[in-house]
């Protein structure tokens, strides 16, 4: 007879694949990320649907078949409403989810990613924000999690030449890991772009886990059109050397 695993997980993804099946991805406690069929799924009398909607908290039990695992239950632990009543919300798991499926490669458990992943989908549910505070949610979760895949970018002095910073005159590699001066901007090849001072501060307590700090603070066009620049350069960088 089949081993059944039994974890908690949040649903991320869904796939429909056949007739009424789906294919899920669902981040675990216990094994990280799993890729799980849900068999017959979609039938309205199935008993998997409950405990499978996106973007929820869910105990699941599964069988490793030969190819894929097979989802044999499924009880909804944590439900977050307010995600699914707000558009913006909304469109925010969606990034979220997408930046764990891309950027977590194999099945493997991961205590930090696991916690990160918990305490973004409470806030993102209870809190009350601004367009751009709730961006601030999806950033706050993407660095934290390039950082825990061991991609912590250099912010505290020259990532090229080790040169103490100057605020007006930083730029941003990719390639190189982190800030630049402007005397390595000079001698590197590859694309580099301005980065604002109060873009770094916002990167380092993003890494400081310092949400208390980030909440209060006042962020202007300019500052998240900076920092979107810089997360989305990071993020397809890091991408294309992963792929
Ligand atoms: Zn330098």
New binding site residues.
């Given amino acids: 007879m089949a081993t059944h695993y039994r974890t908690w997980g949040f649903v991320l993804k869904k796939e429909n694949i056949r007739e009424d099946d789906r294919l899920l991805t669902i981040f675990s406690k216990d094994f990280g990320k799993l890729k799980i069929l849900g068999r017959a799924i979609r039938k309205i009398k199935s008993k998997l649907r409950g405990g499978s909607q996106l973007f929820t908290l869910s105990e699941i039990e599964f069988i490793q078949g030969k190819t894929y695992k097979t989802l044999t239950d499924a009880i909804l632990v944590k439900d977050f409403p307010e995600i699914k009543k707000n558009l913006g919300k909304l469109k925010i798991a969606y990034q979220i989810s997408q930046a764990l499926d891309n950027l977590v490669r194999g099945q493997e458990p991961d205590e930090k990613i696991w916690k990160l992943l918990n305490e973004t989908f409470k806030r993102l549910n209870n809190l009350q924000f601004t367009v751009y505070s709730l961006q601030l949610i999806y950033y706050y979760f993407l660095w934290n999690l390039l950082s825990f895949l061991g991609y912590t970018p250099q912010l505290y002095?020259?990532?090229?030449?080790?040169?103490k910073l100057i605020p007006a005159q930083i730029f941003w590699s990719s390639k190189e890991g982190g800030v630049?001066?402007?005397?390595?901007?000079k001698?590197i090849k590859e694309t580099f772009f301005k980065i604002e001072p109060d873009t770094i501060k916002l990167l380092r307590l993003i890494l400081k886990k310092d949400w208390v700090t980030l909440q209060r603070l006042k962020i202007d066009r300019g500052l998240h059109q900076n920092l979107r620049e810089v997360s989305k350069n990071f993020y397809s960088y890091i991408l294309s050397q992963i792929e």
């Fill in positions: 002095h020259c990532a090229l030449g080790q040169e630049i001066c402007k005397n390595c901007s001698k």
